[in-house]
Each structure stands twice: as C-alpha cells, then as structure tokens.
C-alpha cells in the first residue's frame, strides 16, 4: 500500500493549485488523512486534516484559502489551494492515518511530496 500526491507546480501569487493524493492499493478503508508542508530550511508543519467524518482541520496560516477534501470510493484525498502567497512555497506532503487491508492496518503512512512554487 502506498500514497502518491500530484498536482504540485509552479504558479503566481494569487494563483490556484490542487494538490490530489490516492492511497494504492487493496484497501478497505482509510482513516483520517492530512495535508503536511515542508519549505526549504524548516520543519515541517500539518496544513489541514480531514477525519472519516469530513470533520476538517487546518492551520491558521490557510484558513480561508485552503481546503481539504476527501473521496472515499476513490481512497483519494484533495488539498484545493487559493490566493497564493509566496510563503506557500514548499514540498507538500499526504499523510493517511491509517490504510486498513484484509491482512493488517498500516498507521502512518506518508506520501512522497509534490513541490508548490509560488512567485511574486
């Protein structure tokens, strides 16, 4: 099982992105999932969180102008990004919770990043 983000890029401030990340696999279901970023020289830091319920999260720096959404027959979560500022710029990652298989239930489980380039 594995997660797989797309969607990054390169855009002007102002500018829009969405990030899309799919678990792979024979899976179940998916648990809580999460946006995560990580700019060059910093920690990283969470964005937003969606639950198995759609109850979503997210840090105040996005507020208003991310969202996160999720679609579970897909096993697909979605990070829609607007009005962009050039302190977005970082590699974004996708974190599920927990991927449960007929085997076992795998707990955190992170993507592979997809870098967001914003310019002035």
């Known amino acids: 099982v594995q997660l797989q983000a797309s969607g990054g890029g390169s855009v002007q401030a102002g500018g829009s992105l969405r990030l899309s990340c799919e678990a792979s696999?024979?899976?179940?279901?998916?648990?809580?999932m999460s946006w995560h970023r990580q700019a060059p020289g910093e920690a990283r830091e969470l964005v937003a969180t969606?639950?198995?319920?759609?109850?979503?999260n997210y840090a105040d720096s996005v507020k208003g102008r991310f969202t996160i959404s999720r679609d579970n027959s897909k096993k697909m979560v979605y990070l829609q990004m607007t009005s962009l500022k050039p302190e977005d710029t970082a590699v974004y990652y996708c974190?599920?919770?927990?991927?449960?298989?007929?085997?076992?239930?795998?707990?955190?489980?992170w993507g592979r990043g997809t870098q967001v380039t914003v310019s002035s």
């Open positions: 696999g024979t899976i179940l279901s998916v648990g809580a």
């Open positions: 974190k599920a919770d927990s991927l449960i298989t007929f085997r076992m239930t795998y707990r955190d489980i």
């Open positions: 969606i639950s198995s319920f759609d109850i979503t």
